[in-house]
């Protein structure tokens, strides 16, 4: 539930990608019933997760990584005594 949490920004930016390709589907292919549509939700909801927890785990935690980093060097530099 923790990882959900902490993904669900990008759960959120991430989710209509799969509605988005499942809405243009369904009206294609004209699966428009009430089983289809609940068929549909499950696989939008469950595509949103998916796509927002990879986002989550290999681009948001990898930059987050990468800008502390940079800024903790910075940091370091910055308090390091200055010769008088």
Do not use: C, D, K
């Amino acid at each position: 539930m923790i990882l959900l949490g902490n993904a669900s920004y990008a759960i959120n930016l991430w989710h209509e990608i799969p509605q988005r390709l499942l809405g243009r589907l369904v009206g294609s292919v004209g699966l428009a019933g009430p089983e289809t549509r609940v068929i549909a939700v499950a696989l939008i909801i469950g595509g949103g997760v998916v796509l927002g927890v990879l986002a989550y785990q290999f681009i948001e935690r990898s930059l987050l990584h990468w800008i502390n980093a940079m800024l903790n060097a910075r940091g370091a530099r910055r308090a390091a005594p200055q010769a008088a």
